[in-house]
């Protein structure tokens, strides 16, 4: 079993910025790939990001590319998310996961953490 505990949300004026971090225990995240996801209300959970198992390869859905950075530190058990340019449309929580392979659907992932709420003010 892994356990994965997001942080780092909170308020943010557009523009700004955020750092979201996902803590795992129970296991070494480093024989799996690792993805972010936000869920707004009344809308379903999306793709934000995902990092193969050693970081070499990464994905990231159309509206965060250029913007948003996933990167993994295999020694700490550690995901994060840098979000630089927030838009309000950003409004979300945001969770983290892990799954055998890389995959933007959802059901491919076996771990979740319990989520993180990101609000960004126009």
């Known amino acids: 079993q892994v356990q994965l505990v997001e942080s780092g949300g909170g308020l943010v004026q557009a523009g700004g910025s955020l750092r979201l971090s996902c803590a795992a225990s129970g296991r070494t995240l480093a024989p799996y790939a690792m993805g972010w996801f936000r869920q707004a209300p009344g809308k379903e959970r999306e793709f934000v990001a995902g990092i193969v198992h050693f970081g070499a390869s990464t994905e990231y859905a159309d509206s965060v590319k250029g913007r948003f950075t996933i990167s993994r530190d295999n020694v700490k058990n550690m995901v994060y998310l840098q979000m630089n340019n927030l838009k309000p449309e950003d409004t979300a929580a945001y969770y983290c996961?892990?799954?055998?392979?890389?995959?933007?659907?959802?059901?491919?992932?076996?771990?979740w953490g319990q989520g993180t709420q990101v609000t960004v003010s126009s």
């Open positions: 996961a892990a799954g055998t392979n890389l995959a933007v659907i959802p059901a491919q992932y076996y771990y």
